[in-house]
Each structure stands twice: as structure tokens, then as C-alpha cells.
């Protein structure tokens, strides 16, 4: 895939080059209108969403508009190695281009390039529990 810098998001950061080469073959862009839906809620969580243009709104039907998505952020890290339903549904609220890494293409990742692979769960765990900790800090 041509164009694609996959280290300006977290989950790629420490990953060698040579690293990031071999997840361009497995990732899919998706260009997007404004309005178009990227994820809806309830369905099955299958992989992660990267934000490489535009903007993506970020809504749950319990807690209404949760977030505003630019180009390098992400979503659904934790869909990599678990199954779920999607908690959110996020739709374009202009033209943007997402990248999309699914489950099945990161297992393949596992098997061909396993320190890829650990390396990105690291980021998407240490995301996780940063996010965790500084909603605790909220309660002590």
C-alpha cells in the first residue's frame, strides 16, 4: 500500500520499519463519505481502525457522542485478541480514509512476524491500562 506511515499510531510507534513494511500488506484502506458508518454498535468486534484522514464521530446508544476521532488516532485495539460486540458506532462526519486491520490479517501477523505482533498488544495493553488509571484517579 502506497503512501501509508503507519508510525504516527501508538500501536505501530516502536515497531522497525521492516516491521511496519510487512502490515502494510495486511491492512485495507477504506475511503469514506461523509455520514458513512465505519462501526455499528452491536455488531462483532474484529479488528482495529485507524484514523490516516478526516473525522470520525464516536457515539453508544447509552452514552450518546463519546469522542471526535482525527487522522492518527485509533479505535478497537482490544478486538485483536478478543471477541465481542462493538460497544460504539462510528460514522465519517466528513470525507476520511480509514485503515482497517482485522483480526484474521493480525493473526497472520502472529505467525509471521510474532515480535510485530507482541509488540503492538504491549501498546494496545499499556493504552488500556493508562486509560483505566486515570479513571480510577477519578474515585481515590
Do not use: C, N, Q, Y
Request: proline content about 3%; aromatic content about 2%; overall charge negative.
Amino acid at each position: 500500500m502506497s503512501e501509508v506511515d503507519l508510525k504516527p499510531f501508538a500501536p505501530f510507534a516502536e515497531l522497525t520499519d521492516a516491521d511496519r513494511d510487512v502490515l502494510l500488506d495486511l491492512v485495507e484502506r477504506r475511503e469514506l463519505s461523509a455520514g458513512e458508518v465505519v462501526l455499528s454498535e452491536g455488531d462483532e468486534a474484529d479488528g482495529l481502525v485507524l484514523v490516516e484522514r478526516g473525522l470520525l464521530e464516536v457515539k453508544s446508544e447509552r452514552a450518546g457522542e463519546l469522542a471526535t476521532l482525527e487522522a492518527g488516532h485509533h479505535l478497537g485495539g482490544l478486538s485483536l485478541g478478543s471477541m465481542g460486540r462493538r460497544e460504539v458506532t462510528v460514522t465519517a462526519s466528513e470525507p476520511s480514509s480509514v485503515l482497517l486491520l482485522s483480526r484474521e490479517a493480525f493473526v497472520r501477523l502472529v505467525e509471521d512476524a510474532p515480535r510485530a505482533a507482541t509488540r503492538i498488544l504491549e501498546a494496545v495493553l499499556h493504552e488500556l491500562s493508562t486509560t483505566l488509571r486515570s479513571g480510577l484517579d477519578r474515585f481515590l
